[in-house]
């Protein structure tokens, strides 16, 4: 294989922002695109020059001219998808969050590894160029042990009950659309957490309108984050370490720049700018990972999504939300 061929399954806003970045990404080709309304997968494909496309996400799966999906479908939608496809052999990527309950993502983890097929999470942040050299410098004790990470982010929305935000059955509400990202970003820096608490509020439909969420590790490490789809926020991140501390720059999940204050030092800004829409990053590890015949990222492995996954169960659990997974079968 030198060109790993795409395949989209769900032409959204999301979709659509992501193939404007493929032309960044040596060795791949987007070639299909599938959705269940004709009219928007017709409107897509013209708008992107896509040549294939399918009616259905069944045929996209079963098209042998394709090698990875992109499944940006609504979140209770990307369990079937995701299931078919690691089925049929076809390597994913899937778009935050994985799903929306710790046993889909489970489930769907469990897929690739039986089937030895690629799977990711679409966490674009982990790819974003400004972070990797955050890590780097965090690596090599530029602010010593990392002992707490403080952030938010937050979106004035629509309460259009209609809206993706508000609308439970396609996976509203703050959880999976915002919250993962904090939650993920903590993960990454610290570790998985040993204790979840969280307090935030309910519309009258069970869709969560903001929460705030304290991580707590064994040895007394912290994470403290607020998420909110009523309060316009910043979206920054910061990290105390024995040494120092980093400001990760509004908006944190993709950055171009961070503030490294060692103590005792003057502070350094950093800027490494993404390339494209910022999507390129991940779209390139998906890409150089299934043409080396890998199975897993070791940026994004499943088993960090499958992390992230309970911490986001047992945030649901404690604010009393109840979300509808969708189907195993396509």
């Known amino acids: 294989m030198s060109i790993v061929r795409w395949g989209v399954v769900g032409p959204g806003r999301i979709a659509a922002k992501v193939v404007d970045d ?9 070639v299909a ?3 269940r309304s004709p009219q928007r997968a017709e409107a897509f494909a013209g708008a992107h020059e896509i040549g294939r496309v399918h009616d259905s996400y069944r045929a996209i799966v079963e098209d042998d001219a394709v090698d990875v999906l992109y499944i940006a479908t609504p979140h209770p939608h990307h369990r079937a998808v995701a299931l078919a496809a690691l089925k049929g052999g076809k390597a994913v990527l899937v778009e935050k969050a994985f799903t929306v309950t710790p046993a889909a993502t489970r489930e769907i983890a469990d897929a690739a590894t039986d089937a030895r097929v690629f799977a990711m999470e679409a966490m674009w942040t982990r790819f974003q160029p400004a972070v990797v050299r955050m890590r780097e410098l965090i690596a090599d004790g530029a602010i010593g042990e990392v002992r707490a990470v403080q952030g938010e982010l937050g979106v004035h929305a629509s309460t259009d009950p209609l809206d993706r935000y508000y609308n439970i059955a396609i996976g509203g509400g703050a959880l999976f659309d915002l919250t993962v990202y904090p939650i993920s970003f903590a993960q990454m820096v610290l570790g998985t957490p040993d204790t979840v608490a969280a307090h935030g509020t309910l519309d009258a439909t069970g869709v969560d309108i903001e929460e705030a969420v304290l991580l707590g590790w064994a040895d007394g490490r912290t994470a403290s984050l607020f ?14 370490g024995t040494g120092g501390w980093i400001d990760l720059l509004p908006r944190f999940h993709h950055p171009d720049t961070f503030v490294l204050h060692r103590t005792g030092r003057d502070a350094e800004e950093v800027t490494v700018p993404h390339i494209g829409g910022g999507y390129a990053h991940e779209l390139r590890e998906v890409t150089d990972c299934v043409l080396a015949g890998r199975t897993q990222s070791e940026v994004m492995p499943l088993a960090d999504t499958i992390a992230v996954q309970d911490v986001m169960g047992a945030v649901a659990d404690q ?9 195993a079968e396509l």
């Open 33 to 35: 695109v599938a959705s």
């Open 227 to 240: 998420t909110s789809l009523r309060c316009a926020t910043p979206g920054q991140m910061r990290m105390f």
């Open 22 to 30: 493929f032309p960044h990404v040596p060795g791949a080709e987007v």
């Open 319 to 327: 604010l009393g939300m109840v979300p509808q997974e969708g189907p």
